[in-house]
């Protein structure tokens, strides 16, 4: 998926195009579906912990028609921020292969396979949030309106250049590839053993919990 610029539409369509007939080929399962998956469900991820960082996702759902609440006064850490972006990214690659196999992406209307899965997160993400804030009391209404800190205008080119350099840093950023795979796999809904076993390097489950333990705890100490 990394081979054609992305600035090249042109052919990043028609390699999207191929890529999805190849899955379909391959009835959207087995190693290559499991693969593309989790390049998409990387992506994602980076992209999602930009937006949820910036409050750019708000913006994102308001262009929808999608209105959702500020999260309450003394939340909103990283570790927040990143378990939303892993359980939206969660969510929508389960419904997303359903959606590549009755054809609901059309290369003709201009949208590339990671625009179009994003399109698709942005849609999940509101249950998803919704679920979050009932965890604590004295949530606002869903009609309230969004949070003055977060941008309330469309974006323009400066941002979304900027969201997707943001998107590079976070995924970059994570400490070691392991971890990062862990990450991933976790948002696809592998067990800690299940991931264990694909990362291989002798890791374990316990120590795959514990990486993703540590490291969600470092993030909340920095939030």
Not at 4 to 27: I, T
Not at 132 to 154: C, H, K
Request: aromatic residues 10%; contains cysteine; charged residues 30%.
């Amino acid at each position: 998926m990394g081979d054609v610029p992305e600035d090249d539409d042109g052919a990043r369509h028609k390699a999207d195009q191929e890529l999805v007939e190849f899955l379909a080929a391959h009835g959207f399962a087995g190693p290559a579906y499991t693969r593309f998956a989790e390049e998409m469900a990387a992506y994602a991820l980076a992209v999602l912990t930009a937006w949820l960082h910036t409050g750019m996702i708000f913006v994102r759902c308001a262009e929808k028609g999608i209105k959702l609440p500020r999260p309450p006064t003394g939340t909103w850490s990283k570790d927040d921020q990143l378990e939303l972006a892993l359980e939206t990214v969660a969510v929508a690659i389960r419904s997303f292969q359903q959606h590549l196999r009755s054809g609901r992406w059309d290369p003709g209307k201009g949208a590339s396979l990671r625009t179009f899965f994003i399109g698709h997160c942005t849609y999940q993400f509101p249950d998803t949030y919704k679920k979050w804030l009932r965890a604590f009391d004295g949530i606002r209404s869903p009609d309230s309106g969004l949070d003055e800190r977060w941008p309330d205008s469309r974006p323009g080119p400066e941002d979304l250049m900027a969201d997707r350099d943001q998107a590079d840093r976070a995924l970059a950023s994570l400490p070691d590839h392991t971890l990062r795979a862990a990450l991933v796999l976790t948002s696809l809904g592998y067990n800690h053993a299940e991931i264990a076993e694909l990362i291989g390097e002798d890791a374990t489950a316990r120590s795959v919990e514990g990486a993703l333990y540590r490291f969600r705890r470092k993030r909340g100490e920095r939030s």
